[in-house]
């Protein structure tokens, strides 16, 4: 273990500073700081007011990561930092701040690529990721299905959502129903006492002439606005667990129907699900029951690993350091749009 690489991840690309010190694949400390009260007021995030925060939070976050994994910043093989996508504003925070300890403490340096994060952070949890792997990433800003026959070099978008990804359709639904925000572990708590067959909400882009790994929420959340406007304007109360439980199944159907038909299509015998909407426990239950049945195996993080964190971030840079990826330039740039194709940023290829 002592000859595998240490790295120290910074994760800035929303929300939350979070701060992760990985020894290879063992997870030696994960710290977050997290901005979502400050949010709260406004419905959702405020991208000056994360920025703000981040500044905040960034040197007491690396100071007790780096105190909580017992080791010092001089004993880091490497700095990784999420270097997109993400708000611009909030990358640069975490981009700029991973340059200058690269520098001082004369470290190579990853900008790495979210997405190729939230599916490496696996590792810490269950081990190697097999290859290739086929990844469902589910979160405020995305729902994609990605192919990674190496998580360091090949990443392979199958499918991507074309307007609301899952996790904003929570997010405004719950304001629908006044269970404020962030909304999905809202409806999760309140989904328990509804009925998830009540309402026949629409599963989006489940035709078949329609993109077979492509989602579309946009439609549901509308058609569930309208559900609660109508029985409003009737005088009619709002049955709030029922619509929340009906919502949270038309998501997690669309999403582990799809996962499976690519798993099986691309011959990948493994799922691995991430992102803050894989804390969900509906969309655990059903992959797990969907996956068994199709004899796929299942893999996904604890919660805490699920949502935005450093972890993930310094999982995908002991990986690059593992495999003698080329480390990137220290003009590294923040990129809020940098494709999931590129896992890595190297030295002379910005943004």
Known sequence: MADEPLVLGIETSCDETGVGVVRGTTLLADVVA?????????GGVVPEIASRAHLE???PTIERALARAGVRATDLDGIAVTAGPGLAGALLVGVSAAKAY?????????????LASHICVDQLEHGRLPEPTMALLVSGGHSSLLLAPDITTDVRPLG???????????????RVLGLGFPGGPAIDRRARDGDPGAIAFPRGLTGPRDAPFD????????????????????????????VAASFQEAVTD???????????????????????VAANTRLRAMAEERCAAAGITLRVPRPGLCTDNGAMVAALGAEMVARNRPASALDLPADSSLPVTEPLVPAGEPG
């Open 102 to 114: 690269a520098y001082a403490l004369d470290k190579p340096l990853y900008g790495v690529n979210h």
């Open 254 to 276: 669309v999403l582990t129907r799809k996962a499976v038909r690519a798993c099986r299509e691309q011959g990948v015998d493994h799922l691995m699900i991430g992102g803050g």
């Open 215 to 242: 989602f579309s929420f946009s439609g549901l959340k509308t058609a569930v606005a309208r559900w609660v406007e109508a029985q409003r304007r009737a005088g009619v109360e709002v049955p709030v667990a029922d």
């Open 160 to 174: 991507a959502t074309i307007d609301d990804a899952a996790g904003e359709a929570f997010d405004k639904v719950a």
């Open 57 to 59: 939070a960034m040197v």
């Open 34 to 42: 997290s901005s979502v009260d400050d949010h709260a007021r406004y």
